[in-house]
């Protein structure tokens, strides 16, 4: 199993951006996805889920709820956060990871910056 994120950058607030996930190791489709993020000194935080097709709704932390979506596209493996109005509280290592599996692998992650 393996995560690759892509897609960080340098932002000023109130910019966008876009992350990309590929997987690979499983059967992409059969799974649900997600989106976690680590600022600086603190812990690992899920910020968005995403449940395998026809199945549940997703799930968005309350801090970036109405600003950032989640997607997926199951024909390429990918998994994606669109990342709108961005504030620097935002800066963060994102990794993507596969929902319930807790000693998949982990990526290395993408790096966003939010600063003006």
């Known amino acids: 199993v393996q995560f690759v994120e892509s897609g960080g950058g340098l932002v000023q607030p109130g910019g966008s951006l876009r992350l990309s996930c590929a997987a690979s190791g499983f059967i992409f489709s059969n799974y649900g996805m997600t989106w976690y993020r680590q600022a600086p000194g603190k812990e690992r935080e899920l910020v968005a889920v995403?449940?395998?097709?026809?199945?549940?709704?997703?799930y968005y932390a309350d801090s970036v709820k109405g600003r950032f979506t989640i997607s997926r596209d199951n024909a390429a493996n990918r998994v994606y956060l669109q990342m709108n109005s961005l504030k620097p509280e935002d800066t963060a290592v994102y990794y993507c990871?596969?929902?319930?599996?807790?000693?998949?692998?982990w990526g290395k992650g993408t790096l966003v910056t939010v600063s003006s």
């Open positions: 995403i449940n395998r097709p026809g199945t549940t709704t997703d």
């Open positions: 990871h596969r929902r319930y599996f807790a000693n998949d692998n």
